[in-house]
């Protein structure tokens, strides 16, 4: 039997403490969000936020009922900063921008963060988190999700942790910090040492799922995680998208001998357990199933422990992420009623004229990328330049990260191709990395027709589908090209997909048996094999 595996770590608070782990970082949402709806609501204007700071503020207080004197002067810290009338100004100026309030609330406090974490002396670096809790506080009661408590005796495990959570956890029964960055210098390496809470910090990442055994020794500053626990390596190497097809997980030849690869389509989390070995990976993750309302959309942790669990899940196979396509008739719970939003406002488009949301999904994902083989697609795109205008804002947003010094990697941005005017113009796409068909939306306008009517019309648009596809294919100047679209998964469609070029087809789970018995009974020029 292996042996367990000891970390070396920084000792934060001396002492010795085991336990099952708690990993803090935010769970992936399960496909059914009840509360998505009404918690969106709540979401408002200006007065939402004095109600969000006020009730913020109570449970601070709350906290500090009975506290000691060092507990007392954190909270007092806290609650002097949500009481600070510049950070209400600023948020408030953000939204006069058009800026909605959890949106505007995010970018103020970030910016806040930003300069602290650039800070030069380890003392204000370590206040970061002290204003990530006012953040996440204040967040939580906009949404309405307050920010549980852990199981007492558990270890904690996290990237860091927020005073308000030490003080609000019941340490009686034992229990113990571990934390993969941190500081000895921070507000809660005080709080343990006066709690005598063993805790060591800069662990770097390691692998853990909750209830795993672990033990933290904050004498010799180690972490003991059960056998086969690994460290994570901080940076896996650039994987960019190839157009050669590499069968690596499980070959799939048509009756010819032409390599085929076979993905999925995912739009929750925990269809990932789809991924076999018959599988080469995920053509698509449609972002917008889990990221359901405007507090997700503004929640960056949230939004990278979704997508680091896809990754991870996924190992060393490739996972294309689409960014959220919203509105239209996808809209996202707390925008409906913003300004200047239309029906053809859409995908990309709604993404460049909403850059708070864009700017947030772009930092999850680079974030996540260092997890997996990553790939983003971008929904609805119509014109080169909202490649490049997004683009840039992951250049820009990159740039903030690696001043924050935050692992993250650029990862390949391609384009779903949806729109008849783009696909008939793929060789203008230069800065595309890939192109992905997306044929629900491809057939629905080229038959003008309505989202309802599509299902009916569909078979009469096929026609027109498949030749648009094979002329485009032609214009994709050697880029690995695919589709995802419900076409993809219809067995009747094969045969043309195939002879207009296509060698990458992602489909729904359920749909991968049946295409998977056509592929190999088919020639790749769509005809049937001898004795079929």
């Not at 030069?120 to 009661?141: C, H, P, S, Y």
């Not at 692998?207 to 004498?219: H, T």
Request: aromatic residues 4%.
């Amino acid at each position: 039997m292996a042996e367990p595996l000891r970390l070396k770590a920084k000792s934060a608070s001396p002492g010795i403490a085991s336990g099952p782990a708690f990993l803090a970082e935010p769970k992936a949402p399960s496909a059914e969000r009840p509360d998505a709806a009404p918690a969106s609501r709540a979401i408002g204007g200006y007065s939402a936020l004095e109600k969000a700071i006020d009730i913020s503020i109570g449970q601070l207080e709350h906290l500090a009922d009975g506290a000691d004197a060092e507990s007392r002067d954190i909270i007092d810290f806290q609650i002097e900063v949500l009481r600070d009338p510049t950070i209400a100004e600023a948020t408030g100026a953000r939204m006069e921008e058009d800026q909605n309030v959890v949106f505007a609330w995010v970018a103020t406090l970030d910016a806040y963060i930003g300069e602290l974490e650039a800070a030069d002396e380890e003392q204000m670096r370590a206040r970061a988190v002290d204003i990530l809790d006012i953040k996440n506080r204040v967040l939580g009661a906009l949404a309405g999700t307050p920010i549980a408590d852990f199981p007492p005796g558990s270890v904690f495990v996290g990237k860091d942790m927020e005073p308000s959570r030490f003080l609000a956890h019941d340490w009686s029964k034992g229990g113990g910090i571990a934390l993969f960055a941190g500081s000895t210098a921070g507000h809660v390496a005080l709080l343990a040492r006066a709690k005598s809470v063993p805790m060591v910090v800069g662990t770097g990442r390691f692998s853990a799922v909750d209830g795993d055994p672990l033990s933290v020794d904050g004498n010799a500053g180690a972490v003991i995680l059960k056998a086969g626990g690994m460290l994570i390596p901080p940076l896996a190497p650039a994987q960019a998208p190839t157009g050669d097809m590499q069968i690596a997980s499980g070959e799939l030849r048509t009756a010819d001998g032409v390599p085929i690869l076979l993905s999925i389509n995912i739009n929750d989390p925990a269809e990932i357990d789809a991924l076999d070995l018959a599988v080469a990976g995920v053509g698509l993750m449609r972002s917008e199933f889990s990221i359901t309302s405007l507090a997700d959309a503004a929640n960056e942790e949230r939004q990278l422990a979704i997508y680091r669990r896809v990754l991870e899940q996924a190992g060393d196979r490739p996972v294309t992420i689409r960014m959220l396509d919203i509105g239209g008739d996808k809209p996202l719970a707390g925008l409906e009623d913003l300004p200047a939003l239309s029906p053809g406002l859409r995908g990309i488009r709604l993404l460049l004229a909403r850059p708070e949301i864009a700017r947030v999904q772009a930092r999850a994902l680079l974030r996540a990328a260092v997890f997996g083989r990553l790939s983003v697609m971008l929904p609805m795109v119509t014109f080169p330049d909202e490649i490049d205008r997004m683009r840039e804002i992951f250049r820009e947003e990159a740039e903030k990260l690696g001043r924050r010094s935050l692992l993250h990697r650029m990862p390949p941005i391609g384009m779903m191709v949806e729109v008849p005017a783009a696909a008939l113009m793929l060789d203008t796409f230069g800065s595309a990395a890939f192109f992905s068909f997306g044929t629900n939306d491809l057939a629905q306008y080229l038959a003008a027709s309505t989202r309802d009517d599509i299902d009916a019309d569909a078979g009469k648009a096929a026609p027109a589908v498949l030749r648009l596809i094979a002329q485009a294919v032609k214009l994709t100047v050697g880029k690995p090209v695919s589709i995802c679209g419900d076409m993809a998964g219809n067995p009747s469609y094969l045969p043309g997909l195939l002879a207009a070029g296509l060698r990458h087809f992602s489909v729904a789970p359920a749909r991968r048996p049946a295409i998977r018995s056509a592929i190999i009974g088919l020639n790749a020029d769509g005809t049937r094999a001898a004795g079929e």
